[in-house]
């Protein structure tokens, strides 16, 4: 089992910077077998990748957020966090951290066999 709880979130406006935060906990190190990643849904869309950490320093992000947004993983600290920055009206919605034991940019994968914590959501104002 993996609880994940996320932080962060608020009201920023366009071309503002936030950092959202992830606390990944399980037992038995099982974190360390899973990608952690960051997906987003806005009102009335699908939930959607925004960008992935894997074992080591690779990461993988969206098209859509390349750039501006960056992904981060502490290993020791089972933390996965987000720094967005240049946010977009776009950018609105509620964040999720997922935890999956394989990589797949479709969240109803990452729902099938993996984990999500409650969402934070983020509103950026033009």
């Known amino acids: 089992q993996v609880q994940l709880v996320e932080s962060g979130g608020g009201l920023v406006q366009a071309g503002g910077s936030l950092r959202l935060s992830c606390a990944a906990s399980?037992?038995?190190?099982?974190?360390?077998?899973?990608?952690l990643g960051w997906f987003r849904q806005a009102p009335g869309k699908e939930r959607e990748f925004v960008a992935a950490a894997f074992d080591g320093d690779i990461t993988y992000h969206a098209d859509s957020v390349k750039g501006r947004f960056t992904i981060s993983r502490d290993h020791a600290k089972n933390t996965v966090s987000l720094q967005m920055n240049s946010v977009k009206s776009e950018d609105t919605g509620v964040y999720y951290c997922g935890a999956s034991p394989t990589f797949s940019s479709k969240a109803t994968d990452w729902t099938n066999i993996g984990y999500w914590g409650q969402g934070t959501s983020v509103t950026v104002s033009s």
């Open positions: 399980g037992s038995g190190g099982i974190i360390a077998n899973y990608v």
